[in-house]
Antibody, heavy 124, light 107 residues
Framework: QVQLVQSGAEVKKPGASVKVSCKAS????????ISWVRQAPGQGLEWMGW????????NYAQKLQGRVTMTTDTSTSTAYMELRSLRSDDTAVYYC?????????????????WGKGTTVTVSS | DIQMTQSPSAMSASVGDRVTITCRAS??????LAWFQQKPGKVPKRLIY???SLQSGVPSRFSGSGSGTEFTLTISSLQPEDFATYYC?????????FGQGTKLEIK
């Protein structure tokens, strides 16, 4: 079955970086992309960006431009999200979701499968 | 960036009620809209895609409608398992936007 398995929880100090992984299985990795979404404690969902697993093209949320980098490793069907210069308000659960980046008359794989989430805590 | 205004932010309702949640886009997004349900401590789950298409396995009491700038999610007869937070998502532009969420509580 289609599955996204994320890396484990992280605790980081302010100013540090974190890199979260998302390993895909059960589908052709390069036929889709991956969106990253985060959720601060008690808050709503925030879209962070998207990467194509086909060619590595990325779109990032404006507020994270310059601090976030999304990459993929097609040899292992794994997507990565790195966030730098961490602040306390980056404390959140980080999700990856399969995202083909398109909807057609027969298919609309926009965030149809999600990973279980990775908790990132930023604290001194 | 396209802004999504979701309303209400919270509501209470009873089992069996008909409930409607609205999302308005700051500019036209055609039908590039999805609805998600999230229960406390759980992963978001897609209910509706392309504004009105029901995700496989989702009960038919859920329906979506709209196009352009105004969209609705309707639950025709609330069940106990439907009490959750609901989010809309626009994916018309290169950058996506979620609505602020609607927390649906038991009356």
């Amino acid at each position: 079955q289609v599955q996204l398995v994320q890396s484990g929880a992280e605790v980081k100090k302010p100013g540090a970086s974190v890199k979260v992984s998302c390993k895909a299985s059960g589908y052709t990795f390069t036929s889709y992309g991956i969106s990253w979404v985060r959720q601060a404690p008690g808050q709503g969902l925030e879209w962070m960006g998207w990467i194509s697993a086909y060619n590595g093209n990325t779109n990032y949320a404006q507020k994270l431009q310059g601090r976030v980098t999304m990459t993929t490793d097609t040899s292992t069907s794994t997507a990565y999200m790195e966030l730098r210069s961490l602040r306390s308000d980056d404390t959140a659960v980080y999700y990856c979701a399969r995202d083909g980046g398109y909807c057609s008359s027969t298919s609309c794989p926009i965030m149809d499968v999600w990973g279980k989430g990775t908790t990132v805590t930023v604290s001194s | 960036d396209i802004q999504m205004t979701q309303s209400p932010s919270a509501m209470s309702a009873s089992v069996g009620d008909r409930v409607t949640i609205t999302c308005r886009a700051s500019q036209g997004i055609s039908n590039y809209l999805a609805w998600f349900q999230q229960k406390p401590g759980k992963v978001p789950k897609r209910l509706i895609y392309a504004a009105s298409s029901l995700q496989s396995g989702v009960p038919s009491r859920f329906s979506g409608s709209g196009s352009g700038t105004e969209f609705t999610l309707t639950i025709s007869s609330l069940q106990p398992e439907d009490f959750a937070t609901y989010y809309c998502l626009q994916h018309n532009s290169y950058t996506y936007t979620f609505g602020q969420g609607t927390k649906l509580e038991i009356k």
